[in-house]
């Protein structure tokens, strides 16, 4: 069966678009209408499978992943081989309950739970601006989320606070320490041991954002783009340049705004979670609503149902 993504005639004017060089407009309608690609923006898209498709080499779909993640317009996590197109809901809105039930079966098997937190979050912003109805995806993902909070509190609260915050204390204490001895790692050596060979270009940029920041932070963020599994200098360059702009000087600074930006999503994430409806003292129509309410994962479609949708169907992007 057929499978279809149009794409809407305004795409060719829209204001992004026109900036693009033509190798980058190529690039990004593949994103948004490969064989891989779902009805939530988040799917499954290997390098080798991009390679195939487009014809370029690996250094190019690289370069071009990098630089439309910098444009803010797509993730991809190199582990899972995931890709999420950041605006598709935007474009491409839950119209209707079936789609829905679409996309909750494809979120289902999303692996990056990065992925799911920011597109809960764009359903919540959609919902707010739009008027976006998507109750099941709402109470999968919240669940979902909660989850992951809630198996970091297998202790007593009070216990836990207590010891983060001796543990926040003792390694601040050792990050000041550490900055005080002036122990630096020297950023050319760590990247040519865990990134590859260095040509002039990235050594000259790199000894610029010594002397703008500190080789202590640039070696940070190489660490960064390591543990991402993102071996390259454009996605450090990205890191260094926020750090900057934030005014950033120590990696105690990166710690605390990390840590910070981690809570706020995860109570952004968890703040639409409601505690579980008691039946006593409700009344026969608020119980039908929560009894259909809980018959609504058990209707996900078939595969076929899926495939039959998606043959009927299209979806607007932009």
């Not at 598709?88 to 209707?96: A, D, H, S, V, Y």
């Not at 970091?152 to 009070?158: N, P, T």
């Not at 705004?257 to 608020?286: C, H, I, N, V, W």
């Amino acid at each position: 069966m057929a499978v279809y993504r149009p794409v809407h005639v305004s795409f060719w004017q829209d204001s992004f678009v026109l900036d693009l060089t033509p190798e980058e407009k190529y690039f990004y309608l593949y994103l948004m209408t490969n064989s891989k690609t779902s009805q939530s923006g988040i799917y499954e898209l290997p390098l080798r499978i991009i390679e195939t498709d487009t014809g370029y080499n690996r250094e190019t779909v690289m370069k071009l992943l990098e630089r439309f993640a910098e444009y803010g317009k797509i993730n991809y996590n190199q582990k899972t081989k995931e890709l999420f197109l950041i605006n598709w809901l935007k474009f491409n809105p839950i119209k209707n309950v079936n789609i829905e039930k679409c996309v909750l079966k494809e979120i289902q098997s999303v692996k990056d739970q990065d992925f799911l937190a920011d597109f809960y979050e764009t359903c919540l912003q959609l919902e707010r601006e739009q008027n976006f109805k998507i109750p099941r995806i709402k109470e999968y993902l919240s669940v979902r989320l909660e989850g992951l909070i809630r198996g970091f509190q297998d202790h007593s609260k009070e216990e836990e606070k207590e010891e983060e915050k001796e543990e926040e204390k003792e390694q601040q204490q050792e990050e000041r320490a550490s900055a005080e001895e002036v122990v630096e790692v020297n950023p050319i050596s760590f990247y040519e041991q865990n990134f590859g060979f260095i040509t002039p270009f990235i050594a000259d940029g790199i000894h610029a954002w010594i002397d703008d920041l500190n080789a202590e932070l640039v070696v940070k963020a190489m660490e960064i783009a390591l543990e991402k599994n993102t071996r390259n200098m454009s996605y450090v360059n990205t890191i260094l340049r926020d750090w900057h702009l934030k005014g950033f000087k120590t990696i105690v600074d990166v710690e605390v705004a990390d840590k910070a930006f981690r809570t706020q999503r995860l109570a952004k994430a968890q703040q639409p979670t409601q505690a579980p409806y008691q039946q006593k003292g409700l009344s026969e129509s608020t119980k039908n609503v929560i009894q259909q309410q809980e018959s609504w994962e058990q209707n996900i479609p078939t595969d076929e149902e899926l495939a039959a949708l998606n043959q009927k169907s299209g979806w607007m992007v932009q």
